[in-house]
């Protein structure tokens, strides 16, 4: 069983800091906006409008977080975008249908995440190289495709299958989703009871989804006008924090970011793990890009310019470390509205344009140095002379690899990931928690926090 101590550990400053500095944004606006006459800065119509903005961004911070996770990251996300959108507008203009427009589109996105991550992988050239070298090139080869003009298309189905609103019964739904989380944490409660997980949140989850719950029924909206776009962003987020936190394949995806030698000798496919985050980014970049096009029918080749810095922005706030190994999708799109959320609150209060981009850039460094002094601190705080482990002398490949222990103790094993080297907290299935590899003599593992 967990101590109290490790219990808190999630609401640690270096561990839910994104968390507190998007709450506190959201008082500061609301209390400005009831200061100064303005309409509740929560309503459902502004909530559902920040989303909607949040949408492109969000779903591509998801998969540029996985990306970061297995230690890498991918530059060229924007153009890849605007590339499969042009594809997809084409195609559809050709008379082919939407399905195979879209289809076509999504494999566009697809062929350049897997042309990036061959060559990071395979080739061995950095991927900053790789991944900028192809974002100029679309850039390129749009330009030559377009001559410099847009792409139009006055067919109406894909703005038909893409655009439009899903009404909901916030009170119903958000009770609903409260109630998920308490079967989540009462799922949790056994894992832990019975000897599987020790990281202790699965009380966690039923408080928060128990004040979910009551908090919805009493003070949320019952018609709430989300779009097409927000729903697809969703599920996505929902889809990838799942598989990265109960799944062996975001166990060993950690595994891989955080000590690439120690996950190849526990049997673990290190190539597999590091180019399909590339393909993953590279087939959502092609879904933003088409939900892009669906809204205004029509994109150039400039289009998402600059958005990838955007997402490594949202990235960086939740707390994704940029050398591999720790990192989290709801923190990072907690970053992504954060962002947002600023953008829009300067609009509502009247912010001049002036001073927005200087006051996000304060933002975005000033969490940045909380998250290293905040890192730092509890780094010294924790590494002591008992968190040395003992180091068994090793014979063999293991020993002139400079592996200290590596025991598969069978194929099957070894395909599990299952090896004494293995990443103590993966096996937790907390994508929140240290992902540290047994590598070296116990030193060369890397800790990494979220």
Sequence with gaps: MSTVKERLAPFRLQRAGVVYAFALILVVFTSAAAGTGRPFYLSALNSANILDQTAQVGILAVFMTICLISGNFDL??????????????????????????????????????????????????????????????????????????????????????LTG?????????????????????????????????????????????????????????????????????????????????????????????????????????????KVMPFVLNGL??????????????????QALTGIELTVLAAAILGGTSLFGGAGNVLKSVIGALILFVLANGFGVLNLGANYQDLIKGVVIIGAATIYVLAEKRGGRKKLTASDVPAVTPASGPAEAAGTGIVDVASPAAARAGSGSVTVASAESNNTDADATSAGGAGASGSAARS
């Design 76 to 161: 060229s996300i924007g153009a890849t975008g605007a590339l499969a959108a042009g594809v997809t507008l084409t195609v559809l203009n050709s008379g082919l249908g939407v399905g195979i427009a879209l289809l076509l589109g999504l494999l566009t996105g697809v062929a350049m995440g897997a042309f990036n991550g061959v060559f990071v992988q395979y080739v061995g050239v950095n991927a900053f190289i790789v991944t900028l070298g192809t974002m100029t090139g679309i850039r390129g080869l749009l330009f030559i495709l377009t001559d410099g003009r847009s792409i139009q298309t006055t067919e109406t189905g894909l703005a038909d299958l």
């Design 284 to 301: 959502f970049a092609a879904l933003v890009g088409i939900l892009y096009a669906s809204r205004f029918s029509a994109i150039n080749p």
């Design 165 to 273: 609103d899903w009404p909901v019964n916030l009170k119903i739904w958000a009770a609903v989703v409260g109630c998920a989380f308490v079967g989540v944490g009462v799922w949790s409660i056994r894992r832990e009871k019975a000897g599987r997980v020790t990281d202790g949140q699965g009380y966690w989850y039923v408080f928060a989804g128990a004040l979910l719950a009551a908090v919805s029924i009493v003070f949320f909206p019952t018609y709430w006008a989300l779009s097409k776009q927000v729903w697809i962003f969703l599920v996505i987020v929902l889809a990838a924090w799942a598989v990265l936190k109960f799944t062996v394949v975001g166990r060993r995806l950690y595994a891989v970011g955080g000590n690439v030698e120690a996950a190849r000798l526990s049997g673990i496919r290190v190539a597999r793990y």
